[in-house]
């Protein structure tokens, strides 16, 4: 079926609608050996479509697994110690996904899984800045002081400096923190410092894509064409600088 070559890029993980634009017009777009034009459309099963020369991967390739990841497994698809691992938990889907980084062993929720490292590499890059959400129950009580803190910016006892963050207080005991890193431990270090070491800590939200509350722990599915979309449009702009 014919598409327009923004929707077919796009949809191949090369890059968002929008930066799909831009390629058009600087022409490094050739379908069946002809440069292509912004609005052109075609059939990625009948036409040749090369970006920079090189052809899309077939759609049916990507796959995006939005996990609400359990306690009690590590984030990696294989254990020299023998824990369980995320990729027990999506082993049905049939592809190698990678989990696109980390939480904790006792930490939960929302992990991203795919087998396309431009989306990966687009949520991980530190330029990309891709906030990320936790909510956070804490031993002790949080005060406005510890939100100018993150807010501040952050270095820690072992020297690890931490760029600004949100701390929004929810009750005395519980917050959501908002990353634009993701150092080792970050949320749980930063907290710490400030006295209040973490009980319990869930990953809500990465960029735009928002943990889904209908996933129970240990369960997943895949991301709808249009959240892949708005994830590649999301991160585009700091990763294609
Ligand atoms: N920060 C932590 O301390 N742990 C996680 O799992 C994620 C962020």
Do not use: W
């Amino acid at each position: 079926m014919e598409e327009r070559l923004q929707k077919l890029l796009s949809a191949a993980g090369v890059c968002s609608r929008r930066t799909a634009e831009t390629y058009l017009i600087a022409r490094r777009v050739t379908v069946n050996g002809q440069t292509a034009h912004l609005g052109q459309r075609a059939d990625p099963d009948r036409d040749e479509i090369l970006v920079d020369g090189r052809p899309l991967a077939p759609r049916a390739e990507a796959v995006y697994i939005l996990l609400n990841k359990p306690r009690g497994y590590v984030s990696t698809l294989s254990d020299e110690r023998g824990r369980r691992t995320v990729a027990e938990l999506v082993a049905d889907c049939g592809s190698r996904v990678y989990p696109v980084g980390r939480l904790d062993l006792d930490s939960e929720g929302l992990l991203l899984l795919t087998n396309d490292g431009l989306l990966a590499h687009r949520l991980l890059a530190p330029r990309s800045h891709v906030d990320k959400v936790y909510y956070a129950r804490v031993e002790g009580t949080l005060e406005p002081a510890d939100a100018a803190a993150f807010a501040a910016g952050m270095t820690l006892g072992d020297g690890l400096e931490c760029l600004p963050a949100g701390l929004e207080i929810l009750s005395p005991g519980e917050c959501l923190v908002t990353l634009r890193e993701g150092k080792f431990h970050q949320v749980k270090r930063m907290l710490a410092a400030r006295g209040k070491p973490v009980l319990y800590l869930k990953r809500v939200r990465m960029g735009n894509l928002p943990l889904d509350p209908a996933l129970e722990p240990g369960t997943y599915r895949y991301l709808t064409e249009d959240e892949v979309e708005s994830c590649l449009l999301y991160t585009s702009d700091a990763a294609d600088e």
